[in-house]
């Protein structure tokens, strides 16, 4: 199965709420989805179900909070080009895979997602704001990034015949301006690896 990364815009309201209660998550990363309560209850028949009511609780959106980014398989070679490392690096600039808060324990894909509220996510946004895609280019080691890993295991292929590179700076772009609109209108992140 492939891992894709899913960013949403989410209230600082909205981020408490979750956190409270993180089965919420779920009216978050599938707000359309009226059968949701079937799904998460057979993922999980013994979780969280047996102990609460059979209704999900609500959590009205607004429809900016329905605003998606997908970032395919690319969110990795993206996380490595902006810190050089294959899991870690400094915040803000690791908030692809770390920082905000987890948001309990409710699998939402690949483990648990993670939210970062509007101030951090002002912060992400002036740290991105300056990066080019000459600077992402100078990063780009695919022997480097072969070594370590960095999903999917693309990075050894003839640049000549597979744009990698340009795959990896097609998401940033599109994840650059997502995460300044998010900023502009004073709205958190929900990241999630679905």
């Known amino acids: 199965m492939s891992m894709i990364l899913e960013l949403g815009m989410l209230s600082d309201d909205s981020i408490k709420q979750v956190l409270g209660d993180p089965i919420l998550i779920w009216r978050v990363v599938a707000p359309d989805d ?3 309560l079937k799904t998460v209850m057979s993922m999980s028949p013994e979780g969280w179900s047996r102990e609460r009511n059979v209704e999900l609780p609500p959590l009205p959106l607004s429809e900016i ?3 998606r980014c997908y970032l395919d398989k690319a969110w990795h070679g993206i996380h490595y080009l902006l810190t050089k490392t294959q899991w870690e690096g400094d915040p803000p600039l690791n908030f692809l895979l770390g920082g905000g808060k987890v948001v309990g324990d409710v699998d939402v894909g690949y483990g648990p997602a993670r939210v970062l509220d509007s101030s951090e996510a002002a912060t992400v946004s002036a740290a991105l704001e300056p990066i080019t895609r000459e600077y992402l280019t100078s990063r780009f080691d695919p022997d480097d990034m072969t070594e370590k890993q960095i999903y999917p295991d693309i990075w050894d ?6 744009g990698t590179l340009d795959y990896c700076l097609q998401f940033f772009d599109e994840l650059k301006k997502f995460v300044a609109d998010a900023a ?11």
């Open 65 to 67: 909070e329905k605003s």
């Open 34 to 36: 009226p059968d949701i």
């Open 184 to 194: 502009a209108n004073r709205m958190g992140l929900v990241i999630r690896i679905c």
């Open 157 to 162: 292929r003839d640049p000549a015949e597979d």
